[in-house]
Each structure stands twice: as C-alpha cells, then as structure tokens.
C-alpha cells in the first residue's frame, strides 16, 4: 500500500467514493448523455492502429458474453474480427464517431462484408476482412446481425438495429459523450505527472450489460497506457467488484505487473461465479491469486473504509 503522504491520482467507477476524495485536478468520463462537468471520452480515437482496435474490439467482445448463455460463444472469433475492422475503419475516416459506425454497419447490411471493405485504404482491414468474406453466407449474416444488434448495441440508449424498410440505423441520445469527437485521444499520461481523480461514472438508470462494454474498454486503455508509461506518480484504481468491468484483455498478466509499476488496485469479486464465466476458471483464479500475492487486501480494507465514510456522511444527513 502506498504511503498517504505521498501525491497519487485515483481512477474509481463508484461516485460515492469519488465523492470522498480529495479533489486536485477531478475529471468526470460519463458513458451517455454529456454534462456540463464532463469531458468527451472517444475511445473509437484510440483505434487508429491494429494493435489498440483489437484491444478494445476483444473487450467489448467479452464483455458482452452472457455467462448463462455458451451457444452465442459460436462465432465470438468472427465478431471479434468484424468488430476490429469496424473500429479501425472508422478510427482512421473522417467521422470517427457512433455516427461514423452506424454509417459503416448500413453499408455492410447493404453491399456485404467483401464489397463495403474492399473499398477500404487501409491495409489491415482488408487483410482482416477478406476471410470473412470468405465465410458461408448465413455465416457472415449471423456475425454482423451478432454484432450490430449485440456487442456495439450498448453505443445508444435502445440499440444500433437495422431498420430492413429503410436500410439504415437509427440512433439515439445514449453516448453523446462521442460527439463531437476531441482532435485526440484522451491523455492518461496526465495520471503520472499531476495528481488526478478520475470517476469513470455508469449511471444507475441503464443496466450493467449496457454499460459494461464502455467500462471494458476504458480500463483496458487505463491500464495499457499507465503501464507503458510507468515513470512518475502511483496510480491507484478504485473498483468495488471486479466483475462490473465484464472481462479485461490480458487482465491476469497485468495483475502480475502492477506492484513493480506503481500501479495499486483495490478491488473484490463480489460474484465468482460470473467472474469465472467471463475468464474461464483458471484464469479468473490466477488472477484472483495475482491480487492477492499482491498483498491488496490491505487495500481493498481501506476502500470499505471509505464505503464506511459514506454510510456515515448519508445517515449524518438524514439526521439533520
């Protein structure tokens, strides 16, 4: 556990504890409709290369698995692929925005996957695409109806579902925070040279499944870009049930890294069972063994401590 004198910045998805931290340089991220105390968060930006669009692809891929649920686990490679193509595609056009991909998805349902990308100028979407387009028919259906109506379902409030009388998607209110769109991706290097509160803040009103992808692929980019850039301040992640983030690409050989990066996590697994359903077994118990070679329980102890200060804060209200 680091020493408290030390200056440190804190990312948390949970408001009550953001709201009993120290404020220095606090920034509020919100997965649907913008407020004033707000910043743009685009993550589409990021995947301009193969690398990060594969990341974020793989994690909102996972995290929309239902873990009751092996039959829709048939064609998660294809998804995965087609998601890829999709992100890198748009990261790289002139609309890299929800408007940008539902664009794109509308081409696919009209022309196919083989005729939309091939017009394509990016070399690794072609290569990423040409053996899906390779694939049966149905095939290629199931994978993009899979695909717009499922894994990117959780860009608007309702969904990104084609409108078959009118070929096009229709979109809502849900992730405005997506437009428009920063010049640049959003900077977590900041973390390391200036203490920062972060909340990363889902609100209550949409369920978990719709908020979860956004989550998946905010922390993988957090902990890829404060562990590349590991020189400066600690930073500390605040995240009352692991499971609330879906599954994390590489989440159990990162755990093994954040100790020597200055990288502290408070967390817990509050329902195994999912945990093991989006990790697989044994890779959900080695990185529940991660956390705890880690020596975190510490820190997870303090993070009920200050779940203990807001109960305390909510009943002294109640009492005036």
Same mark, same amino acid.
């Given at each position: 556990m680091s020493d408290n004198n030390q200056p440190e910045s804190i990312i948390t998805n949970d408001p009550g504890i953001f709201e009993t931290l120290e404020k220095t340089n606090p920034i509020i991220l919100q997965p649907h409709d913008r407020q004033e105390t707000e910043q743009d968060f685009n993550f589409i930006l990021f995947c301009r290369d193969l690398a990060t669009a594969k990341l974020i692809s793989n994690a909102i891929a996972d995290s929309r698995l239902d873990p009751d649920d092996a039959p829709q686990k048939r064609f998660i490679d294809g998804e995965k692929q087609l998601l890829t193509a999709i992100l890198l595609e748009v990261a790289n056009s002139r609309e890299p925005t929800i408007t940008g991909i539902s664009k794109l998805m509308a081409d696919i349902y009209r022309h196919g996957i083989e005729q939309t990308f091939r017009r394509s100028k990016n070399s690794d979407v072609c290569r990423i695409a040409r053996p899906l387009s390779e694939l049966p028919a149905n095939v290629q259906e199931s994978i993009i109806k899979i695909v717009a109506n499922c894994k990117l379902r959780f860009l608007e409030r309702a969904s990104i579902s084609?409108?078959?009388r009118r070929d096009r998607f229709k979109i809502s209110g849900f992730f405005k925070f997506l437009q428009p769109q920063p010049e640049q991706p959003f900077d977590f290097t900041q973390l390391r040279t200036k203490p920062t509160q972060i909340l990363w803040n889902s609100s209550v009103s949409y369920p978990p499944e719709s908020t979860r992808p956004a989550a998946a692929a905010f922390f993988s980019l957090a902990f890829r870009d404060l562990l590349i850039n590991d020189k400066g301040l600690k930073v500390r992640f605040i995240i009352p049930d692991l499971t609330d983030l879906g599954r994390l690409p590489g989440?159990?050989?990162?755990?093994?890294? +954040?100790?020597?990066?200055?990288i502290l996590l408070e967390t817990q697994v509050k329902d195994k069972r999912s945990f093991q359903a989006f990790y697989g077994k044994n890779n959900a118990d080695t990185i529940i063994d991660n956390l705890n070679r880690a020596s975190l329980a510490n820190s997870v102890e303090?993070? +009920?401590?200050i779940c203990s200060r807001i109960n305390d804060k909510q009943r002294s209200r109640q009492r005036r």
């Open positions: 084609h409108n078959r989440l159990e050989t990162i755990t093994i890294l +954040f100790k020597t990066l200055d303090t993070a +009920f401590r």
